[in-house]
């Protein structure tokens, strides 16, 4: 057998024990141990574990990186919402892309190999945001596959502007469409006419939802009941539902089983929800992050994504999934492996499920491949491990060299001895 690259000694989740991997023409033909193959390139990843890289299935790129142009004062959702809109009406198309490579470059040096982007359209941002980041797209196409998700932030049915634009989007090259019911004056109107046009141009739905710590301000059942009558099942997410972290555990069983039901899948954003949520407490701050690991157990499809980077929705980040579970797994307090598991899962395989995209090391899969310097994946969520390389299809896409550490030598020179 011949092969353009083997990577040996690499560990994967489903393996007991390391393996070889043989690609040929950017795909995986051979996973064994001790392969036996004439091949272009080979590697020892010397027992460290490999997995078709990280699945960062909510970001918000055209945002990202603004701190400096915005007043953070309360730490509210209301406050980053104003203060980001202010600043968009400025935003140049060369501006968000430089700004938006920016996180794309991290997020590839960090393992991500696939993104779901949201982007603003609005008679404010105007289409420059959605052009800058189709080049975006295009530019890194090499290392990583981006979806852009064509997405009304400021509400939709009083500007009707709004939905003429986003129907525009759809048209010229976003994959998706996306809504945020809190923040437009009629939700349930807002939830019906993006399913419009998500039916008039078949594409997926992302909705940001339910973005507070009020089991009573939900527009879930909405979404729940249109999945329904739209058919698209299997085909809508909601983000953030931070008011499932304000119910008790039976309530929010039931809801769950409702959410599995009509097919819809979850994203909780980390970083964000415990930064925006429980401002009007003054002390025992809630997290206000869903437990996404649980609703898994109640067949919810789930994910942890980034959100934002550098902006008044988030004002740290570095687009790192590896952190960003690392970080879950803390807030969650876990410690089993199996939860560690659905952690390391939720950025991975559960994430492609919600992108319907292509996933996972096995012979005639692509061959993208990153490598985590961690001997298996619990080890990896665990530690926040670093990455080590990465390839795209085959192709070598970054390196990350280890720290080195010079140790002092002691001088063993006596005095007048030289």
Wanted: proline share 4%.
């Amino acid at each position: 057998m011949t092969a353009d690259l083997i990577l040996r000694n690499a560990q994967l989740a489903d393996q007991p024990r390391p393996v070889d991997i043989a690609v040929r023409d950017g795909r995986i033909i051979a996973i064994a141990a001790n392969i036996r193959c004439d091949a272009v390139t080979e590697e020892d990843i010397d027992g460290n574990c490999a997995f078709s890289g990280f699945v960062d299935s909510h970001v918000h790129l055209d945002k990202a990186c603004i701190l400096e142009r915005c007043t953070i004062c309360a730490g509210t959702l209301e406050e980053a919402v104003r203060e980001t809109a202010k600043a968009k009406a400025g935003f140049s198309e060369d501006d968000v892309f430089e700004r938006a490579s920016a996180v794309v470059r991290q997020a590839i040096v960090h393992g991500t190999t696939r993104m779901r982007t949201f982007v603003e359209i609005d008679p404010r941002a105007g289409m420059r945001s959605f052009e800058a980041i189709k080049r975006v797209r295009a530019r890194f196409k090499f290392a990583i596959d981006i979806q852009i998700c064509a997405f009304a932030q400021e509400g939709l049915t009083q500007e009707s502007e709004t939905e003429e634009m986003l129907d525009e989007a759809l048209r010229s090259g976003a994959d998706l469409i996306g809504g945020c019911p809190y923040t437009d004056p009629r939700p349930v109107e807002h939830i019906s006419r993006i399913f419009v046009l998500a039916r008039r141009h078949n594409v997926d739905v992302d909705f940001h939802l339910d973005f507070s710590l009020d089991p009573a301000r939900t527009d879930l059942p909405a979404v729940i009941d249109a999945t329904h009558a739209n058919g698209y099942g299997g085909r809508v997410t909601v983000g953030h539902v931070t008011n499932l972290s304000a119910i008790d555990p039976a309530a929010r069983s039931i809801i769950a089983r409702k959410i599995a039901a009509a097919g819809i899948a979850l994203t909780v954003l980390p970083a964000t929800d415990m930064f925006l949520m429980g401002r009007d407490q003054q002390f025992n701050i809630p997290r206000g992050v869903t437990p996404a690991h649980l609703l898994l157990k109640e067949g919810v499809q789930a994910a942890i994504a980034t959100n934002n980077v550098m902006n008044p929705f988030t004002p740290f980040g570095d687009a790192s999934l590896g952190r960003m579970a690392n970080l879950y797994a803390n807030v969650m307090q876990l410690s089993r492996d199996e939860d560690i598991d659905s952690v390391f899962h939720m950025v991975g395989g559960h994430a492609a499920r919600i992108m319907r995209a292509d996933y996972g090391l096995a012979v005639g899969a692509a061959a993208d491949i990153v490598i985590l310097d961690a001997p298996d994946h619990r080890s990896a969520v665990r530690s926040g491990a670093p990455t080590l390389a990465g390839w795209k299809a085959g192709r070598k896409t970054f390196v990350r060299s280890r720290p080195q550490i010079f140790e002092a030598v002691a001088d063993c020179t006596m005095p007048g001895t030289g």
